[in-house]
Nanobody, 117 residues
């Protein structure tokens, strides 16, 4: 079993920055990838950024150049640095962990990000 604890959401003005964190705990003996998804009211949850166990990152086109995903392997933590935030980035952001060899997934509880003046 794996538990995910997210933090770092909040209210920020357009053009501002936030950093989200997601700390994983539990059975982490196998390789896993982690990622951030977001969901706005009335819309589907979409992948924002992900990073494999080997450190390869993938991004949603609309956030390329503004967001950066990174991983601290010693702390089992993934970060999402979000810069130049726009009102369209407003959403609940969810952390997801996937055990790579079996595809088993875990989700965090979500953290609200609101970009507004």
């Amino acid at each position: 079993q794996v538990q995910l604890q997210e933090s770092g959401g909040g209210l920020v003005q357009p053009g501002g920055s936030l950093r989200l964190s997601c700390a994983a705990s539990g059975d982490l003996t196998h390789a896993y990838r982690m990622g951030w998804w977001r969901q706005s009211p009335g819309k589907q949850r979409v992948l924002v950024a992900s990073i494999t166990d080997a450190g390869s990152a993938n991004y949603l086109d609309s956030i390329k150049g503004r967001f950066t995903i990174s991983r601290d392997y010693a702390k089992n933590t993934v970060y999402l640095q979000m810069n130049s935030l726009k009102p369209d980035d407003t959403a609940v952001y969810y952390c997801r962990l996937v055990i790579e060899h079996i595809g088993y997934e875990y989700w965090g509880q979500g953290t609200q990000v609101t970009v507004s003046s």
